[in-house]
Structure formats: structure tokens, C-alpha cells
């Protein structure tokens, strides 16, 4: 039974490194028009594992999250022009959104359920505001560049797009190990009866606290990338609320509560959407909306929750023949 | 009494919620290896001593002490930490979990003062499944399980968690009288195992008055008799609080 477990364990190793090592040589392949578009996969895969990280395994929604995504923007913007090479500046911006997360998660994490999600909107639209009027620093309303890459914008998309690859790996690496490990029962724990949990010795503020600074971390790296992609950044595109609705939906298409979930959620979404732009274009969001409302009905586990909670059931029903058979 | 036997020692705590003392000073001890009864009618206030001696409600006034310390400030999960712990009168398994993981988290955050990595835990947790004879249930989802189950696995839960006091409140509520003959084995087994100390709030009065080596009734928030199971029944105040003064006079008269 084990030596089986190991054996399915290594398979799907063996095909996620396939599936990497794929990813990493298709650019040579394909036109800039598909790196952009993979490269918005990554990058929503990304958000959409953080998102499922507080909503899928904690049950806390962070409706709001997108600030962390806009602070690692703006950080990285700030700290670049001021003449910080990158693989500095994006770092830092991601330390202070981090900061950002421990310091509003002690207040708003008291609260549960839709007022923590309605919570971190408002917070999302006070952060917003400040960026908005501190023309000073970051340009106010009419946004800020990035500094210029010299380089012909093939490569540079290339690199984008292997950044934004990497970033979802290791995202999606470090949140199979956090929610595998003891702190990651404490997370589930938290989703599944707070009070419980309490009571069982689980120090549930810390826990909270720290799993939203996980989300903000790998949140605002995305930010930051982003930000250096595009070139230039405002406020009402990077504080938007579409970007987590999105990832909500990639998550709960894919399957909230599993590690690959969002990552087939984007794929899906993305590539639905894509579709959707250049067919029908005011029909677009009415589309997500009905998928939604469809998958929550029918299908509310997600693609991936589906298939492993089959894939368990018959495990059950195989280990109690076995039983009727063997007594 | 040997004053180093005591591990668990309430002195006089009250909640108030505002003019309704649901808890009025109230005091007991607790001596290792014990069994303490807390018994009385519907709204005598047996919970709410468990939640404030659990730390999840703040006391209006008093102070708990367990093994010598102060904990009457702490917060749930560091009374846990320390080894007082309880179950919940209503079932509070953690939803969307395995049984086998309900009982894993008891084992992975319960005491902090011993190995509890993974491994250890899931071995723990493996124990004590043999132990309440969950081993068969265990990869099924808290979901698809019966409530006797779930009883014995709020349960299995607590003593995954290694504590030294359990608060047990109503294992045994919605049990049918095969059931709580079980579980009362179960308790009495454990107990002597484990060398556990048990607060047993219970309403069936034939496991309380079977399994307790103390009773303790409360009525309106006051303790109003404690001792031996057979003084108990016998006193005055419990069967007037139970029964009503008409009937006590009666019982007493003859």
C-alpha cells in the first residue's frame, strides 16, 4: 500500500517536472501574442493560490487582497526610479507589503466571514486613496512608469514570462509545503471550526496573521513584476477588484482547498475569456458571472476537488470490499 | 487532602451576563486521577464553568488554577497547551476533515511540552483511534459519520491532545443506553490508562452516579451540594432543585 502511494507520488512528480521543463521551452515556439497571454495565466495562477491559500484552506476571503498586489507595484516603481536595481527593489516591495499584511491583519482578522471580506475592500480603497493624493510620491491618479528595458520586446517578454512561471512554481511549491505541514493543519483547522481549533491548543491569531503575510509575500511579487511588464502602472488598475474576482473564480472553477485548483482555473478562465474578448466582447463578464453561478451550483468543489474526491470515494468503497471479502 | 494532590483548583468564579449571574461564585477543586461530577437542571450554569475555566469566556470575577498556575488570563489554546482541556456539548468536529485528521490536529497542537512533529503526532493519533475504536473510520470525512461516532471522536480528539484535565461536556447526550453503557466503559478504561482527572457534566444521571468519585450539583449558578454520589441523592436541596420543593418534602417525610 505504501510502496503504491510512493509510486503515484513520484509519477506526479516526474509529470510536473514535465509539465515545467514544457513551459519553460514553449516560448520558442509560440507568438508573442500566446507568451502574453500564458504570461497572464501565470501571474493569476499566482494571485489565485493566494487567494486560495486565505479562502480555500483558512475560510477567511480577502476580497480585498488586491491591495497587496497594487503595494508590490507601486513599491517597486518608487524604489526603481529612485535607482534600485530590481532584484532589489521587488524584494523590499514585498517586505513592506508583508509589513502592510501584519499590521492590518491583527485588527481585521477578528473579524469572520463576509465583514472580513467587505473589511478589506474598504482597506483596498483607503490604500487606493492615499496612492491616488500622494502625487508627490507616486504620481497621483495619472500613474507612474517603470524604468525602460533595453531590449528588443521579444526578449523582454520572454523574461516576463519565465519570471511569471517561476513565481507560480514557486508559489504553488511553497503552498503545498505550508499546507502540508503542521501549520497548514492549523490553517484547515481555522476554516473548519475557529472555536475548536482555539481549544485545541492553536494559537489562531498568530496563524491568521501569518498566512495572510504568506499571501501578501507572494501577492505583491506578482505586483511588482507586473508593474515592470506593463511599464507603467495607475492606481484604478492596479487596486482593481477585478483582478481578485477573477482569481476567485479561477480558484473556484479549479477547486478551492487543492494546489493545482488554481493553476487549471487560470488555464480555463483565461483561455475562456481570451475567447470570449474577441467574440463577444460586451457579453464577456456576463459569461464569467454565469460560470460562476454554474460552478458553485453544480460543480462545487472545482474540476481538481471533483476528481480527488472521487478518486478517494472509491478508495473507501475498494477498502470495504477488501474487508467483506477478507472477513 | 494533600494539598499537592490538587490539580485543578476554581476559586469562586462568577459570570455575569448583565443582571443574570449564570455562574455565582462558584468554587471546587480537583485532585489527580479524579472523577468530579457536575450535575444540575437545564441552565444551571455547567457549561459556562467550562467555558470560563477553558478560557473562552472572560470571568466577571475569580481566579482558576491549574497545576499551581494562574490561568484565569489565558487565552484557550495556552490553557490547552498546558494540559486542561474539553469537549464540546455540541459536536464541533472540524468540517471537511477525515476523522483521522480531527484526531491528528488534537495530536499535533495539543500539550507543546513533548515531541509533536508529524510523525509523532500521526502515531499518537493512531494510538488513540485503536484506543475508542475509531481505526475502521478513519479515512471517512466527519460528514459521513454517525453522531455516536462523532462523540467518540470529539473525544479520541481530546485525548490525542495528551491533557492531564478534560472537561467532558455531555459525551453522552443523544447516546442510546447501548451506546452510553460503551461509553461509560470507555471513560472508566481511560481513566485509569492515562491517569487522567475528569469534570464529567452529564445529564443521564445513571453514568454520573456510576462513574464519579465526587459530585458536585449546581442550581442558578451556586454550587449547592458536593460530595459522594449517594450523599448527593440524598440531600434535600438536589432533589428540591430537581424535583421541586412539594415532592422533596415528600421524599423526606418518608
Given at each position: 500500500m505504501v510502496t503504491q502511494d510512493d509510486n503515484k507520488f513520484n509519477k506526479n512528480i516526474i509529470l510536473i517536472i514535465a509539465a515545467v521543463i514544457i513551459f519553460i521551452f514553449l516560448p520558442n515556439f509560440i507568438s508573442g501574442y500566446y507568451i502574453r497571454i500564458f504570461t497572464a495565466i501565470f501571474m493569476y495562477a499566482t494571485i489565485s493560490q493566494c487567494i486560495n491559500l486565505?479562502?480555500?484552506?483558512?475560510g477567511y476571503l480577502p476580497f480585498g487582497h488586491v491591495?497587496?498586489?497594487?503595494?508590490?507595484?507601486?513599491?517597486?516603481?518608487?524604489?526603481?526610479?529612485?535607482?534600485?536595481p530590481v532584484f532589489i527593489a521587488i524584494p523590499m516591495a514585498c517586505l513592506s507589503a508583508i509589513i502592510v499584511s501584519i499590521i492590518l491583519g491583527f485588527p481585521v482578522l477578528r473579524l469572520r466571514g463576509h465583514y472580513f471580506a467587505i473589511a478589506t475592500?474598504?482597506?483596498?480603497?483607503?490604500?487606493?486613496?492615499v496612492v491616488q493624493n500622494a502625487t508627490e510620491i507616486t504620481g497621483g491618479a495619472r500613474g507612474t512608469t517603470f524604468p525602460i528595458i533595453m531590449a528588443s520586446p521579444d526578449v523582454v517578454y520572454r523574461y516576463f514570462y519565465l519570471a511569471m512561471l517561476f513565481l507560480m512554481v514557486i508559489t504553488s511549491l511553497v503552498m503545498y509545503v505550508v499546507v502540508n505541514s503542521k501549520f497548514g493543519y492549523g490553517i484547515r483547522s481555522i476554516k473548519a471550526n475557529e472555536d475548536a481549533a482555539n481549544s485545541m491548543g492553536i494559537n489562531t491569531t498568530f496563524t491568521k496573521v501569518t498566512t495572510w503575510a504568506i499571501a501578501a509575500l507572494f501577492t505583491s511579487i506578482a505586483g511588482g513584476i507586473y508593474g515592470y511588464w506593463m511599464s507603467f502602472i495607475a492606481p484604478d488598475e492596479v487596486f482593481d477588484l477585478m483582478f481578485i474576482t477573477n482569481s476567485i473564480i479561477m480558484m473556484l472553477i479549479g477547486g478551492a482547498g487543492t494546489i493545482l485548483g488554481?493553476?487549471?482555473?487560470?488555464?480555463?478562465?483565461?483561455t475562456v475569456s481570451e475567447v470570449a474578448w474577441s467574440g463577444f466582447m460586451q457579453y464577456h463578464l456576463a459569461a464569467?458571472?454565469?460560470?460562476?453561478?454554474?460552478?458553485?451550483?453544480?460543480?462545487?468543489?472545482?474540476?481538481?476537488?471533483?476528481?480527488?474526491?472521487?478518486?478517494?470515494?472509491?478508495?473507501i468503497e475498494l477498502s470495504k470490499k477488501a474487508e467483506v471479502t477478507n472477513g | 487532602m494533600a494539598d499537592n494532590?490538587?490539580?485543578?483548583?476554581?476559586?469562586?468564579?462568577?459570570?455575569?451576563?448583565?443582571?443574570?449571574?449564570?455562574?455565582?461564585?462558584?468554587?471546587?477543586?480537583?485532585?489527580?486521577?479524579?472523577i468530579v461530577g457536575l450535575i444540575g437542571p437545564n441552565g444551571a450554569g455547567k457549561t459556562t464553568i467550562t467555558n470560563l475555566v477553558t478560557g473562552e469566556l472572560r470571568k466577571t470575577e475569580g481566579e482558576v488554577y491549574f497545576k499551581g498556575i494562574n490561568v484565569s488570563r489565558m487565552q484557550p489554546f495556552q490553557i490547552a497547551r498546558?494540559?486542561?482541556?474539553?469537549?464540546?456539548?455540541?459536536?464541533?468536529?472540524?468540517?471537511?476533515?477525515?476523522?483521522?485528521?480531527?484526531?491528528?490536529?488534537?495530536?499535533?497542537?495539543?500539550?507543546?511540552?513533548?515531541?509533536?512533529?508529524l510523525n509523532h503526532a500521526?502515531?499518537?493519533?493512531?494510538?488513540?483511534?485503536?484506543?475508542?475504536?475509531?481505526?475502521?473510520?478513519?479515512?471517512?470525512?466527519?460528514?459521513?459519520?454517525?453522531?455516536?461516532?462523532?462523540?467518540?471522536?470529539?473525544?479520541?480528539?481530546?485525548?490525542?491532545?495528551?491533557?492531564?484535565?478534560?472537561?467532558?461536556?455531555?459525551?453522552?447526550?443523544?447516546?442510546?443506553?447501548?451506546?452510553?453503557?460503551?461509553?461509560?466503559?470507555?471513560?472508566?478504561?481511560?481513566?485509569?490508562?492515562?491517569?487522567?482527572?475528569?469534570?464529567?457534566?452529564?445529564?443521564?444521571?445513571?453514568?454520573?452516579?456510576?462513574i464519579s468519585d465526587r459530585i458536585i450539583v449546581l442550581h442558578h449558578g451556586q454550587k449547592i451540594c458536593e460530595g459522594s454520589p449517594t450523599e448527593v441523592c440524598d440531600n434535600p436541596a438536589v432533589i428540591e432543585a430537581y424535583l421541586g420543593k412539594k415532592y422533596a418534602k415528600e421524599v423526606i417525610k418518608s
Open positions: 486565505m479562502s480555500g484552506y483558512m491591495m497587496f498586489f497594487g503595494i508590490g507595484a507601486y513599491m517597486s516603481a518608487i524604489l526603481m526610479k529612485l535607482g534600485l475592500i474598504g482597506m483596498n480603497g483607503a490604500i487606493m486613496t488554481p493553476i487549471f482555473g487560470a488555464f480555463i478562465v483565461e464569467l458571472g454565469i460560470a460562476t453561478i454554474v460552478i458553485v451550483f453544480f460543480v462545487p468543489r472545482g474540476v481538481i476537488g471533483t476528481i480527488t474526491d472521487k478518486i478517494r470515494n472509491r478508495r | 494532590d490538587i490539580i485543578l483548583d476554581v476559586r469562586s468564579i462568577s459570570k455575569h451576563f448583565g443582571a443574570l449571574k449564570a455562574v455565582d461564585k462558584v468554587s471546587f477543586q480537583a485532585r489527580k486521577g479524579e498546558i494540559g486542561l482541556t474539553r469537549t464540546y456539548q455540541v459536536v464541533k468536529p472540524l468540517q471537511g476533515m477525515t476523522v483521522e485528521e480531527n484526531i491528528l490536529v488534537g495530536s499535533l497542537f495539543g500539550r507543546s511540552d513533548r515531541q509533536n512533529d500521526k502515531k499518537t493519533a493512531h494510538e488513540i483511534m485503536e484506543l475508542v475504536g475509531l481505526d475502521k473510520k478513519k479515512e471517512f470525512k466527519v460528514s459521513d459519520v454517525t453522531l455516536p461516532d462523532l462523540k467518540r471522536m470529539e473525544f479520541a480528539r481530546v485525548l490525542a491532545m495528551d491533557p492531564e484535565v478534560i472537561f467532558l461536556d455531555e459525551v453522552m447526550a443523544g447516546l442510546n443506553p447501548s451506546e452510553v453503557e460503551e461509553s461509560m466503559e470507555l471513560v472508566k478504561n481511560i481513566r485509569t490508562e492515562k491517569q487522567l482527572t475528569i469534570v464529567y457534566i452529564e445529564h443521564i444521571m445513571k453514568a454520573v452516579m456510576g
